[in-house]
């Protein structure tokens, strides 16, 4: 089963940093592409970033670019979201996501994790 658990949200004032970290399951292959999205109360679930399997190519959310990283540790099956510069508009619910190889869209999802930044 492949399964993904979300950790590191919580509460952090305007200005501050996080990060997240998502665990994958054994059966998560390292040449799967790995995201992160987010959803704030009264909106749609939004992209924040992606991750290639090689781990050398990142893609952000124009609304992130500069102040997020993602990364991934495939040794250790975890893929991480490095949020610098946290904003108020960047409260929200943030979920792991997994792709396989021949999929055409993200079909395994975490739990979620909470982001509340203060202002």
């Known amino acids: 089963q492949v399964r993904l658990v979300e950790s590191g949200g919580g509460l952090v004032q305007a200005g501050g940093s996080l990060r997240l970290s998502c665990a994958a399951s054994e059966r998560t292959l390292s040449t799967w592409t790995m995201g992160w999205f987010r959803q704030a109360p009264g909106k749609e679930r939004e992209f924040v970033a992606t991750i290639t399997w090689s781990g050398d190519t990142g893609y952000y959310a124009e609304s992130v670019k500069g102040r997020f990283t993602i990364s991934r540790d495939n040794a250790k099956k975890t893929v991480y979201l490095q949020m610098n510069s946290l904003k108020p508009e960047d409260t929200a619910v943030y979920y792991c996501?997994?792709?396989?190889?021949?999929?055409?869209?993200?079909?395994?999802w975490g739990q979620g994790t909470q982001v509340t930044v203060s202002s």
């Open positions: 996501a997994a792709k396989a190889l021949s999929a055409s869209k993200y079909d395994y």
